[in-house]
Nanobody, 121 residues
Framework: VQLQASGGGLVRPGGSLKLSCKASGLTFSSYVMGWFRQAPGKEREFVAAISWNGNLRYSADSVKGRFTISRDNAKNTIYLQMNSLKPEDTAVYYC???????????????WGQGTQVTVSS
């Protein structure tokens, strides 16, 4: 199983970025998928998750109204649209597949390599 995250970069506060995560080696449309992030010196934290068919979406309170998770099962890809970015959103963002239990906990079977998002003026 491979999860390839991309789309990170440097953006000014208030700006937007769209992350992508392409999956291979698994029956993508069967799995709950999630995004997490980890800032230096901090624990990995939940950002958002999406059900196998995209009908259910969950997000952390810190990103509600600003970030949107979506998926395209035909492309084996999930996305994270991030708007109104803040300096505190700076972190390495990871995609993950197949949670063992609650999707908001970092107990997923498969993880991508991460993509750096830096929000700074």
């Amino acid at each position: 199983v491979q999860l390839q995250a991309s789309g990170g970069g440097l953006v000014r506060p208030g700006g937007s970025l769209k992350l992508s995560c392409k999956a291979s080696g698994l029956t993508f449309s069967s799995y709950v998928m999630g995004w997490f992030r980890q800032a230096p010196g901090k624990e990995r934290e939940f950002v958002a998750a999406i059900s196998w068919n995209g009908n259910l979406r969950y997000s952390a309170d810190s990103v509600k109204g600003r970030f949107t998770i979506s998926r395209d099962n035909a492309k084996n890809t999930i996305y994270l649209q991030m708007n109104s970015l803040k300096p505190e959103d700076t972190a390495v963002y990871y995609c993950a597949a197949d949670p063992q239990g609650v999707p908001s906990l970092p107990n997923y079977n498969f993880w991508g390599q991460g993509t750096q998002v830096t929000v700074s003026s």
